[in-house]
């Protein structure tokens, strides 16, 4: 019996069975595009993996992993045999390992230009993995098709590794043969056995540098004749030896030839995709249940009726085909929700949403509905509209199909057949951004009752190729397993209720929750004021609030219905009281439960254990002296002055040659400081001692350490007093 694997798993878990780092499963799913569905979680969003969408060997390993049940002796035999198979593979892939690291070695002796060609040989084979992959192909015939389009063209490698490997017309050489005989030389020898010789590049009449310039010149201007890109070849390379006409002419008709899709690609990327990009398996081969999956989208362009600007939002169901549309000013995700409300009570719940990478479709609001309603969303890449095809298909049919519903599409007159024309561009417009919008002349009501009319009566009810000639409706029908439903209507009214700004979270203040210009109200709020809380507006009743608490893994517990008594009129004053009651009533509760904790803890000595436990823990560590470099600054260097001039003071004073007359000056401002020290009366407070210090200071007086230690203190006295005043 097979062991049951689960829908969604985690890189970390990927991680954990496939032994490799996390980073590398990230990018293995990257490179190969596992499908992904979005998960909110808290602190913002993550993604799981559809394990429906892994490559088989990975399947296989999760599978081993997990222990089937089964029971007689056949089924045991067999499980038998496969752990034995499971150890033999794992044997044969270790001694491969062992051989590739041994190869390792000896890639690290070769030289530069060798290791460059096998790492680009390498990188051609892991292309044609990831093609195989992705195209869901057996491995001769994936590796096959893959050649075909890279030499088409349609499979671009870097220049780094057609100049290692070598190129013939352009391109490399490659064949079923070539690359067979690179995966074995790899797998037995690792980056050694991928490093040969280079193959010889076949010479041309026209250099590389012109055949480049060719290139690029008709990939700018796919449409130049040859005279002109003979003449454009004249003038840059003015001086060389130019090629002849003939020769330009037969190297553009071959180029083009061997690069038609290539070059495709590049000038007309829609029309690429539409004629020649690669459709090997079917995009619903996955889907075999009823609402397994949905595929959500929006018409870029929009339509003008006459009360206004419109866009189109559509759903479709992948397995019936049946869909819906809604009809809104802009696509927004309250209108996708409006639109998923009408789906889910006519269909049921789905189990997958997939829905582009566009704001309105991963806002914090529809992420939060399709969590709430345990729905995966599963992200399309961007701009790849062949991610989600149901819808894009459906929108071209009803587009193209509601034209001969609307008003006047059978005319008798010149004029009114002039408006039947420009409604046959329709579908084009509405599908393209930016062109001009589509007038139709009915307002909103009137045209979303045309669209679901046409979907109830007439697109359920066509055969579609993709359901082997069946209808939706019959699809529908046929189908026998129960499917999940809402009973509670108003409850999903709740959960698809729009959240206000700030992703919805409030504090709870003393007075409630401020939300829109409105105090909320509860007596549920008391014992949660100062929490962050998740509110919910009712989109009917204007003066009601949901509120929900954030539990510590995200999740959501609804608390209570709050509300504001000035828009429903009911009593602040017998809900406050009832708040305080039950805040008083918690808040005991916890006062008895935290001192039980705090006496079982025994805190009381708690200071004199940590000194000791740091005094120990100090004694235990020698510090080893660490590297110093000098460090001076500019205000550091003023202040060593000071010191060096307080240490010359305390040295003495340095005799130095002066003058008969300079000595005489100074001998009469001694004189004359002495007999004002001599005759001055003692100081009878603080500032007339300053001010007689300070006299002395201008007089030349030297003062003492202790005379000059007060005046500073005195002087930051009267500062910091000065401060306290102001």
Not at 281 to 306: C, H, M, Y
Request: charged share 25%.
């Amino acid at each position: 019996m097979q062991a049951t694997l689960p829908g969604q798993i985690s890189s970390r878990q990927l991680a954990m069975v496939l032994n490799v780092s996390e980073r590398a499963v990230q990018k293995r799913a990257r490179r190969a595009g596992w499908p992904r569905v979005v998960k909110s979680v808290q602190g913002g969003n993550t993604y799981l993996y559809m394990v429906s969408g892994l490559p088989e060997e990975i399947r296989a390993t999760l599978a081993a992993r997990i222990k089937p049940t089964f029971a007689g002796t056949a089924a045991q035999s067999g499980y038998t045999r496969a752990k034995e198979l499971t150890a033999e593979l794992a044997a044969a892939k270790q001694s491969r390992r062992q051989a590739k690291e041994a190869g390792l070695a000896a890639y690290e002796k070769l030289p530069d230009s060798r290791k460059t060609e096998a790492k680009a040989r390498l990188e051609i084979l892991r292309a044609r993995d990831a093609f195989i992959q992705a195209a869901n192909l057996p491995k001769k015939k994936g590796t096959i098709i893959f050649i075909r389009e890279y030499k088409a063209g349609a499979i671009k490698l870097p220049k780094w590794i057609e100049q290692a490997v070598g190129t013939r017309n352009g391109i490399i050489s490659l064949s079923w043969a070539s690359l067979y005989r690179w995966e074995r030389a790899f797998t037995e020898c690792g980056l050694a056995g991928l490093a040969g010789q280079y193959e010889a590049t076949r010479t041309t009449s026209i250099a590389k540098h012109m055949q480049d310039f060719i290139r690029g010149l008709l990939t700018e201007r796919p449409h130049l004749g040859i005279p002109t890109v003979h003449q454009a070849v004249e003038a840059r390379f003015a001086g060389q030896e130019i090629p002849s006409k003939s020769a330009v002419r037969r190297f553009v008709k071959k180029w083009r030839t061997d690069n038609q899709s290539l070059i495709l690609y590049t000038t007309s990327f829609d029309q690429w995709r539409s004629n020649h990009m690669i459709a090997l398996g079917k995009a619903d081969e996955p889907v075999t249940r009823l609402n397994q999956i949905w595929e959500f989208d929006s018409t870029p362009g929009d339509i003008l009726l006459t009360d206004g600007r419109y866009n189109l939002i559509g759903v479709v169901d992948v397995y019936s085909r049946r869909a819906k549309l809604h009809v809104t000013p802009t696509s927004k995700s309250e209108a996708i929700a409006a639109l998923t409300r009408r789906a889910i009570l006519d269909w049921g719940v789905p189990e997958t949403a997939k829905t582009d990478n566009g704001s309105d479709y991963v806002s914090s609001h529809m992420v939060r509905v399709f969590e709430s309603l345990e729905i995966d969303q599963m992200l399309c890449r961007p701009f790849h509209p062949e991610d989600k095809p149901h819808i894009e298909r459906f929108f071209w049919t009803v587009l193209h199909g509601i034209v001969e519903l609307l008003p006047g599409y059978i005319g008798h007159s010149v004029a009114e057949r002039k408006q039947i024309q420009d409604r046959q561009s329709f579908a084009q417009r509405i599908m393209k951004q930016g062109e001009e919008p589509v007038e139709i002349k009915m307002n909103s009501e009137q045209f979303q009752q045309i669209c679901d009319r046409w979907c109830d009566a007439v697109y359920h009810h066509n055969t579609h190729g993709g359901l082997n000639g069946k209808t939706p409706d019959q699809m529908v029908r046929g189908w026998t397993q129960p499917v999940r439903r809402i009973t509670d209507e108003r409850a999903l009214d709740i959960l698809l209720s729009p959240a206000p700004d700030r992703n919805g979270t409030r504090v709870v203040g003393k007075d409630g929750i401020h939300v829109q210009n409105g105090t909320f109200i509860a007596a549920e709020l008391g014992p949660h004021v100062g929490k962050t809380v998740f509110v919910l507006l009712d989109p009917i009743d204007y003066g009601t609030i949901y509120v929900f608490l954030i539990q510590p893994d995200g999740s959501k517990e609804f608390l209570c219905r709050a509300v504001d008594p000035f828009r429903t009129g009911h009593d602040r004053a017998e809900i406050a009281s009832r708040a305080r009651a039950i805040q008083d009533r918690v808040m005991r509760e916890g006062r008895r439960e935290l001192k039980r904790i705090a006496k079982e803890a025994a805190v009381d000595e708690i200071g004199k254990e940590i000194l000791s436990f740091r005094e120990q823990k100090r004694a235990n560590v020698h510090r080893f002296p660490s590297p110093s470099e000098p460090y001076e600054t500019f205000a550091m260097q003023e202040a060593a002055r000071a010191v060096d001039d307080i240490r010359k003071s305390q040295l003495g004073p340095v005799p130095i040659d002066i003058t008969t007359e300079e000595e005489q000056a100074a001998a009469e401002l001694i004189d004359m400081a002495t007999v004002k020290n001599d005759n001055r009366p003692l100081p009878a407070t603080a500032q007339e001692k300053y001010e007689q210090l300070e006299q002395d200071l201008r007089c030349g007086i030297d003062l003492s350490d202790a005379d000059l230690a007060w005046m500073k203190r005195y002087e930051l006295w009267l500062a910091t007093g000065e401060r306290a005043t102001q």
